[in-house]
């Protein structure tokens, strides 16, 4: 079973950084790939960032590609998220996600578990 927590949200001003954690309490974290996800009020969830469950591969969406970083630390079964030059359109609830493969990273359907987001406010 795999349960994921977010943290690490919070209100920031244009140009900050945070970071996101998310750990899994189960004891097969390191069989999935790990994505990160956004939904701002009013619309889609949107996928931000995903990773490979060795760690080896990274995708992320064209917006946040040199500003985010998707990384993961097996042994303390945690996903992270970077997020440096933080913008105003960045403001949403940031969920982590896991999938058994990621063949499908950016789909959120292609995810088998989901955390209870996190919320990043980026002030201008």
């Known amino acids: 079973q795999v349960q994921l927590v977010e943290s690490g949200g919070g209100l920031v001003q244009a140009g900050d950084s945070l970071r996101l954690s998310c750990a899994d309490s189960?004891?097969?974290?390191?069989?999935?790939?790990m994505g990160w996800f956004r939904q701002a009020p009013g619309k889609e969830r949107e996928f931000v960032a995903a990773?490979?469950?060795?760690?080896?591969?990274?995708y992320y969406t064209d917006s946040v590609k040199g500003r985010f970083t998707i990384s993961r630390d097996n042994a303390e079964n945690t996903v992270y998220l970077q997020m440096n030059s933080l913008k105003p359109e960045d403001t949403a609830v940031y969920y982590c996600?896991?999938?058994?493969?990621?063949?499908?990273?950016?789909?959120?359907?292609?995810?088998?578990?989901w955390g209870q987001g996190t919320q990043v406010t980026v002030s201008s």
């Open positions: 990773i490979s469950w060795s760690g080896n591969t990274e």
């Open positions: 189960g004891r097969t974290f390191s069989s999935y790939a």
């Open positions: 996600a896991a999938a058994r493969s990621s063949a499908r990273y950016p789909i959120p359907a292609a995810y088998d578990y």
